[in-house]
Nanobody, 113 residues
Framework: VQLQASGGGLVQPGGSLKLSCAAS????????MGWYRQAPGKQRELVAR??????PDYADSVKGRFTISRGGARTVYLQMNSLKPEDTAVYYC?????????WGQGTQVTVSS
């Protein structure tokens, strides 16, 4: 099972980015897909999570600015609007796939003028 994330980059404060993550491999079930981030010197934290049958979860710091969505069974997106410098981090795709926790490679998001 692999998770492939894309869409990071450099953006000015107030700008937008959309991250994408696609799962591939021998997949029987995906119960959860989401995004975490890790800023330099900080612990990895949950950004947003989409669980089948439940409303999405968001970190308080991104509520109203970020939106998580699923583009089919194996794809998850993170639309990030009104980006702030404090959103700068490496963003990781995560999934509960076949009952196991799976991680993708990180994608760098830098918010700077």
């Amino acid at each position: 099972v692999q998770l492939q994330a894309s869409g990071g980059g450099l953006v000015q404060p107030g700008g937008s980015l959309k991250l994408s993550c696609a799962a591939s491999g021998n997949i029987f079930s995906i119960a959860v897909m989401g995004w975490y981030r890790q800023a330099p010197g900080k612990q990895r934290e949950l950004v947003a999570r989409h669980t089948i049958g439940l409303n999405p979860d968001y970190a308080d710091s991104v509520k109203g600015r970020f939106t998580i969505s699923r583009g089919g069974a194996r794809t998850v997106y993170l639309q990030m609007n009104s980006l702030k410098p404090e959103d700068t981090a490496v963003y990781y795709c995560n999934g509960l796939i076949n009952g196991q926790d799976s991680w993708g490679q990180g994608t760098q998001v830098t918010v700077s003028s």
